[in-house]
C-alpha cells in the first residue's frame, strides 16, 4: 500500500527545495556579469576566465587533489583493515578501545582534533606541510571507510568464505578472491567518501598545514571571509557540476548492475527448474 | 597467534593510538602549560627535564576559564545552539524521512540520490550559498520587499538566526538518512492492524510510527547535535561577531591570540562536555547493531 499523499509530495518538495535552492542560485549567480553577486545584469562566463588565469587557485587545486589522492588511498587501506578487524577479528585485547576509536573520530568537533594533531607534530618535531595534512586526513577518513566498508561485512554470507577455507585456500587468498570482490563496491564508495571529506576540509588542514602548501578550502576561506565573491560562485559551481555528475554516474551504474543481477538470478532460476 | 591477524590488527590499531588516541594527552599537557615567548609558544617542556616539567604543571588555564565570562558564555551558548538546531532538524527531517518512506518504490532511489548529494558537495561551499541569500541585501530580502511583505530588510546575517538555519541545512541529510532507515524497516502490518483496532489514521502515527522510528530519530539527533556543538565553519561565517560558539573561541584563541596553553584548555573541557553524549551515541549504535543481527 504505497501511495503518494498530498502530505508526503508537499513535504518532500519543500524539503528538497530548502537542499537545493541556495545551490541553484549559487550556479545561476555564478553567470552574472555584475561584481555585485546580487545585481543581476546579464549572462557572462568571465568569472570562469579570471579563475582559470588565478595561478593561486591552481596551486592550490594541485596540493588539494595531491593530499586527497594519497590520504583517501591510505584510509582506504587502513579502514578496510579495520572493519576487518572489527568485524571478523573476534576477540583480543583492548578490542573496546580499538572500537571507540574508530567511531569517536566521525562525532569529533574538528577543531579538537587539528588542535591536538597539530600538537603532536609540533612535538615530534615534523614539518609541517603536504605530509602533515596527509597524515591529519588519512586518520579521520579511515574511521568513516571503515564504517562503510564493515556494514557491508556484516551482511555478507561468512559461509562463502567458509567454502573457500574448506576447499585449501589459505585466509589471505580467501580474502583476496571471495571476500574483496564481493565487498568491493563499498571499498571503493568509502574511497570515494575519504577523498571528497579531504577535498572538502578546512578546520583541520588549517591547523596541519605549513606555510608552502595552502589547500583550495583555506584558499576560499580567505576569499569568503570577505563577503561574496564571484570567482568563488565560478569555483563552486564547477565543484558542484563535478559532483552532481559523479553521484548521478555512479547511481547509474549501480542501478545497471542490479537489473543485471536480477536478470542473472532469473535466468539461473529457469535453467534449474 | 597468527602473524597475520596480528599485523591485520596492530597496523590500524598503531595508527589510530599514534595519531588519535595520544595526541588527546598532548592537549591535556599542554593545557596545563603557561603561555611563553618560544617556539613552541608554552613553557614548560621536556626539554626541562621531565621532574621540572610535572613540577611547574597546574590548573591556572582551567581557573581562568571558569574566571572569564566569554567561555561560560560561549559553552552555554553553543549547547543553546546546538540544541535548537537538533530541534529544528527533527522537524524538517522527520516529515521529509517519512514521505520518502512511503514514497511509490520506483522514486525512491532518486530520492535517496537527492538526499546524498549535498553529503558529497563541499560543506564551505553549502554554507558559503547563505551569504548571498541573507545579507541585507541579499536574495531573500531581496523577494520580501519586492512582495511588499517588509518595508526596510531585516538582519539576518550575522545573527543567531543565521546560525541556525546553517546547521539544519548543512546537517539535514544526517538526520533525514536514520530516521529514513528506521521507518524503511517498519513493518507495515503494524499500522494497519492499529487502523483495523480503531485507531484513526494521526493516532496510529504517534502511537506506532513515531516510537518504532524513535532509534532512528535518536541516531539522527547525535549525529546533528553533536558537531554543531563544536561546530566553527557557520558561526564564523553566517554568525559573524553577533554568535558566540566555543569552536570559534577556540580557533581565534589558538590562530588569533596564538595562546596554546588556553586553546588546549578550551578543548579539554569540550571533550568533557562531549564524553557524555559521545558514549550515549555509541551505545546506541551497539544496541542497534545488536538488534539488526
Given at each position: 500500500m504505497r501511495r503518494a499523499s498530498w502530505f508526503n509530495i508537499t513535504s518532500l518538495t519543500l524539503g528538497f527545495a530548502f537542499l537545493y535552492l541556495p545551490m541553484v542560485l549559487l550556479v545561476f549567480y555564478s553567470?552574472?556579469?555584475?561584481?555585485?553577486?546580487?545585481?543581476?545584469a546579464g549572462f557572462s562566463t568571465k568569472w570562469y576566465g579570471e579563475l582559470i588565469r588565478n595561478e593561486a587557485f591552481l596551486d592550490a587545486a594541485v596540493v588539494t587533489l595531491k593530499v586527497a589522492v594519497i590520504s583517501s588511498t591510505l584510509a582506504t587501506i587502513l579502514g578496510t583493515m579495520a572493519a576487518y578487524v572489527l568485524v571478523r577479528?573476534?576477540?583480543?585485547?583492548g578490542r573496546t578501545l580499538f572500537s571507540g576509536m574508530v567511531y569517536a573520530p566521525l562525532v569529533m568537533p574538528e577543531v579538537i582534533t587539528g588542535l591536538s594533531l597539530l600538537l603532536l607534530f609540533i612535538g615530534i618535531g615534523l614539518d609541517r606541510g603536504v605530509l602533515t595534512i596527509v597524515l591529519a586526513h588519512t586518520t579521520f577518513s579511515m574511521c568513516y571507510v571503515s564504517v562503510v566498508v564493515s556494514s557491508r561485512l556484516v551482511t555478507f554470507d561468512r559461509s562463502l568464505e567458509e567454502a573457500a577455507l574448506d576447499l585449501g585456500c589459505s585466509p589471505f587468498d580467501a580474502f583476496r578472491l571471495v571476500t574483496l570482490p564481493i565487498i568491493a563496491p563499498a571499498v571503493i564508495s568509502g574511497w570515494l567518501l575519504a577523498f571528497t571529506l579531504s577535498l572538502d576540509d578546512l578546520v583541520i588542514a588549517s591547523f596541519t598545514t605549513g606555510p608552502s602548501s595552502t589547500t583550495l578550502p583555506i584558499k576560499i576561506w580567505s576569499a569568503v571571509r570577505l563577503g561574496v565573491s564571484p570567482e568563488i560562485n565560478a569555483l563552486s559551481t564547477i565543484m558542484i557540476g563535478v559532483v552532481t555528475v559523479g553521484v548521478i554516474a555512479a547511481s547509474l551504474i549501480s542501478k545497471h548492475r542490479t537489473v543485471k543481477a536480477q536478470h542473472d538470478l532469473q535466468a539461473a532460476e529457469r535453467g534449474t527448474s | 597467534m597468527n602473524i597475520r591477524r596480528f599485523i591485520l590488527i596492530a597496523v590500524p590499531y598503531a595508527w589510530l593510538l599514534a595519531l588519535f588516541f595520544i595526541p588527546f594527552f598532548i592537549v591535556f599537557k599542554i593545557s596545563l602549560s603557561d603561555l611563553a615567548l618560544a617556539i613552541p609558544p608554552y613553557?614548560?617542556?621536556?626539554k626541562d627535564g621531565i621532574f621540572n616539567m610535572l613540577s611547574a604543571f597546574d590548573f591556572e588555564n582551567f581557573t581562568f576559564l571558569a574566571s572569564d565570562d566569554l567561555y561560560w558564555k560561549a559553552y552555554l551558548s553553543s549547547l543553546k545552539i546546538a540544541l535548537i538546531s537538533t530541534i529544528f532538524a527533527v522537524i524538517v527531517g522527520y516529515p521529509m524521512a517519512y514521505g520518502m518512506a512511503r514514497a511509490p518504490d520506483e522514486w525512491r532511489p532518486t530520492l535517496m540520490m537527492l538526499v546524498i548529494l549535498p553529503f558529497w558537495t563541499s560543506f564551505l561551499i553549502r554554507v558559503y550559498a547563505w551569504v548571498g541569500i541573507l545579507s541585507n541585501e541579499g536574495l531573500l530580502n531581496q523577494l520580501l520587499l519586492w512582495l511588499g511583505l517588509i518595508d526596510a530588510p531585516l538582519?539576518?546575517?550575522?545573527?543567531t538566526t543565521a546560525v541556525y538555519i546553517g546547521i539544519v541545512y548543512t546537517y539535514l541529510p544526517f538526520m533525514i538518512l536514520p530516521i529514513y532507515a528506521a521507518l524503511d524497516r517498519l513493518d507495515e502490518s503494524l499500522i494497519e492492524a492499529a487502523e483495523d483496532l480503531g485507531c484513526s489514521r494521526t493516532k496510529a502515527f504517534w502511537l506506532v510510527t513515531v516510537p518504532l522510528s524513535r532509534n532512528g530519530i535518536i541516531a539522527g539527533c547525535f549525529l546533528v547535535f553533536i558537531p554543531a556543538l563544536g561546530e566553527f565553519v557557520i558561526p564564523s561565517l553566517l554568525g559573524g561577531s553577533g554568535t558566540l560558539m566555543i569552536g570559534k573561541v577556540l580557533f581565534e584563541e589558538f590562530f588569533n591570540n596564538r595562546d596554546w596553553p588556553v586553546a588546549s584548555a578550551v578543548a579539554v573541557v569540550l571533550l568533557l562536555i562531549l564524553i557524555v553524549p559521545i558514549t550515549l551515541f555509541q551505545r546506541n549504535q551497539q544496541r542497534q547493531a545488536e538488534a539488526d543481527t
Open positions: 553567470f552574472n556579469s555584475s561584481k555585485l553577486v546580487t545585481v543581476w577479528g573476534g576477540k583480543f585485547m | 613553557s614548560p617542556t621536556v538582519t539576518i546575517m550575522n545573527t
